[in-house]
């Protein structure tokens, strides 16, 4: 694996070497850390890097890595939202698969460009949209898939977060609330589109229509940093399926509190991130269970994406891990079905792109559409 | 205390009883527990009262009460909502002080009428918003008064409830969604509107606008199931608060969950009825505590209005009592300025009406006024 | 009800009023609310009684009650341990049934006595021990009565708190602390019995031998605030079920964490004291189930002790409630099984009294008999 | 690195490979993953190796890495209990420091050879006790040496599962339930010592003296499976701290539910495994602190062994991938004070032995020394 981004003070950089690198299949072997080639080569001996591996900038590493008889076989793409798209099209055009951090891109019509060069390279392309690779999140789309809640008839999603209550300061906030780097998108960019990753992927109903409300709380900011998305998912023949996607910086003492609650007419399933290990059940003739990871009780599918028994508590890392996992069973040629790709992403910029939008023109009900 | 309603089969008839007992000051005496005057005498034998105070008529309770000796001081009013204006209307003009529960009344027309009734009365007029009356609910409303949390900027409060997931059967669902007897709101006019209260409540902000999604999920029903309500709240200086308000029935699993999370600018605030002896209040700089009922973190509100030391759960009925007990208090002349009354179920009656016809007619932001 | 104690500033006159009443079965008439004539009155008014019906005396109390046409027909006694034997005893002489907190008495000698004069009168006797009224431990006693665990192998039940941790102050400490009132036992006789009284409760299997490790952890302090027992428990055909209780008073931070886990062949069960509602059920085959009170999940003698659905909070009220309306069947003629009586208050005060002598000799496992 | 131990069907194995390997600075290059060399060599490319360093022996895997200039610098073994003594003594002969799979050896004299080896050889050895790399414990540690809770009293560490309540099958059950390969302790040494290490890993205190009941509950086990060992702790000048330890293996829906709870003169703590990433702090005036991983709030120590920000969990590979950084760090030649050795690991293996023998005479309180 190459890497472009993640250099010295990045957050996601080291996540996805860590995620990459944990089931051993795959390896960090070459980055372009920094456009400035002094600061690449500090950030390459940072991960333990041959420091010529460690490259000024993304095409120097392609050409080099393309020619190496051990070179990188696909490029990971962990730079802020604005650089996504050319990284990613230029690792393409050089051959190399390419699995990139979410969103996609910084705009749905750079999304679009993107998934037509995925479409003309023929390549593998994933988007990391972590919290799909929980195990449990899995459990919770196979249930749902088999019927345990019967149609479903709601979906709540919720995103809360603390972190932008004051001002942003600091690497990570910085870019995140630059309108240049970030895109249009603010918090429904940042995490908005997470959760709505996440409703699509458990359900397995897609958005056809939202209702937006973000605003940018803080004093001075100029992308959203709070947003209320109602959303109605497409009718497979039993009503539309309704929804509310909350997603917020600005809440205080909120770390990370993903969470989703799908309710159906026979039954009500939860999932919290923060507690990630844990599934509750509940049947609509009162009982309810709590099925919890590295038990007997779940499906293949998650089953197989757990390291430890029940009650050895697997997280973020863990689950990150199991999208590498997923994009390395695509490149040996396997289907992985369930690794978020182009057809994701660009739901997901169509849904940013769509609640942006609507909200900034007070419309109400707006359809969703890629 | 006289009752009207109550009857056998009802639940929260019992619970008016047992509330308004609880601490000695009140004691039911008479009531009408039918129009049909012998069931109405089975229901006050059944709360062991004398059988000639198991009236069959409001009127010959009325008449017959204000002339005894040992009479009823005043009137419970606990009929569906269709009969609260008529019986309170009765009451206060016999010259009974009222309570009576939540909503105030059918239609927001109704509860003008029965406002101007009260206030013609100048007559004790109080309506049993029960969450108002948890110690830690009130702990919340005075921290936030004195500035804990610093400007709000968020208010998320939710009444997931899945009972009504199936067909509406029994005596307590049925009137629940018949517009008849309910009124023109369903969830929204029976929980929807106790979250709305809870908000104004702690927050000590007003609702100014609000736009609703109210939705008849389960086949067949005429009234709504499922409500999100997003909301604004009155700018006192620092930008208007923003809210979301979701309510439902249909969510399997959830029993009465009713919770409210609020932030601001310096703090953040979580309460849930079903753990309601518990607040959580997070600061901007990290730290989290946790505030439990009956110890002496508490402010002199809450702290009288716990029975028992911390670690000894008082729940529901301990805090509908307290809505009695502040009751009494006004009886006896006191202030008790936190007991909901004519104004709150005015604006309440205001919220239900504005969010159903806002959402029948497909409305954006609706500006709520009584 | 006449009630002998629970005069001004104490906590659990009021709990015992509260509940007596709560089901409107039952009504407080007289009392003795303190030695002190003038203060009984006062105690009396407190409670809003007629006040020549506050004594001065119990025997003035039971002369007086007796020849009333409207005289009280039973006595509660809500003294400190000490008093608890002549109170009982003066009540059943002149014929009053009587309901009496816990302990029984002051020692197992007291106790012998108690029983011997129980036995005598041939009236109603009870204990409040309060946590068996609560509705989810009486599921949890029927569940494993009818074979949900399979055999019991293991008890683990424990009652931390933290309010003795520093120097005993305020009228609810000094007498715990102080053996010419509180008996031989400090906290194990204060909570560490309710804990054995719970594990025998639920369990259905009496204790056998038990070997106790007693501390006085806070300097100066003359009565146990800390106990470790091993238990054993009668072998009914499958092996003799181990058990750890646990108690304290010096655990700062613990309110009232009174909890058992039971684990037999089949499962394991968990309730907590201070989240009552919730039992949880675990199976051998992985899954874990999570009942509420209120719901239909409940067998028949739990659902017939609730008074709201599933999602209202009920309490330590309302559990202490649940004993006294057992006791009003008792007085009605009715069985009531479930009601701790002298039997279990014999019992109790053998663990007591054998708990603390084992550990002042450091003996090792000693045998419980009555 | 080059592991003994962890092949085809072994849990703990990859467990090591992973948190090895995690932070990059470590590579797994060589292995004995079996005594059979095919089976080994099996066991190698499951872990991608290079085929020539499986190895079907340690002789010849020690002797084949010492001479290859990209040999393996340091031995992981992770053997049953059995064989810790002779893999390490023999690795170290060889040269290699040592990390080990707790316990430490099968028996105490076995123990006490390995710690003269260590001291003899003068090379680092180390012993993955996970759960003390977690970083909320080593905040725990921390706080408590500060003095968060004034001087310690009371420590409360349990360390419940239930996956042998049924018969021992399989690889990871069947050599745990075997005295030949587990040594004398079944639960005490699976799981019991880590409850005994993590309550002196916390406390900064040594247990002097113990009360051991140790129980073959499921019929027909040899070892120990459900075990009660009263502790008590030296005396820093306060009095000697009390404390209980409870482990089992048969609690029919426990996972690996490690919790500790101490408590001291100015306040109280909780941490719990399953929940690894919130500390609970208790203080004296009542209020209570929660504490999240990767937020401010968390000393140095602590916070260099989180790997993400706080809300994105992590779990047990993650704590144990910090005691390989720390053995990283002593290997550079760093001092890693808290990276349990032999020390550790004698007073572990008396801890097993004491306790062993103790129960089986049925002797009282036994003091503990190395």
Known sequence: MAMIGGGPGAFIGPVHRIAAEMDREIELVAGVFSGDPARSRAGGMAYGLDPARAYGSLAEMLSAERVRADGAQFVAVVTPNHDHLPSARAALAAGFPVISDKPMTATLAEARELAAAVEAAGLPFALTYTYSGYPLVREARARIAAGALGAVRKVVVEYPQGWLAGPAEGKQAEWRVDPSRAGAGGCIGDIGVHAFQLAEFVTGLKVTELLADLGAVVPGRQLDDDCTVLLRFEDVGFGA??????????????????????????????????????????????????????????????????????????????????????????????????????????????????????????????????
Request: no cysteine; charged share 20%; glycine share 14%.
């Open 241 to 370: 399926a309704r929804g509310v996607l909350l997603a917020s910086q600005i809440e205080v003492g909120e770390l990370n509190g993903l969470r989703i609650r799908v309710y159906g007419e026979q039954g009500g399933l939860v999932w919290k991130q923060e507690e990630p290990n844990t599934l509750t059940l509940h049947h609509l003739d009162g009982r309810s269970e709590v099925i919890r990871a590295g038990t007997g009780l779940l499906g293949p599918d998650a089953a197989r994406r757990t390291r430890t028994p029940g009650g050895h508590p697997e997280g973020y890392l863990e689950a990150f891990a199991n999208l590498y996992r997923d994009f390395a069973e695509r490149l040996r040629g396997g289907s992985a079905p369930l690794l978020p790709g182009a057809a994701e992403g660009l739901r997901s910029m169509a849904f940013i792109d769509t609640a942006v939008r609507a909200s900034a023109a007070g419309a109400g009900w707006t359809s969703l559409s890629v």
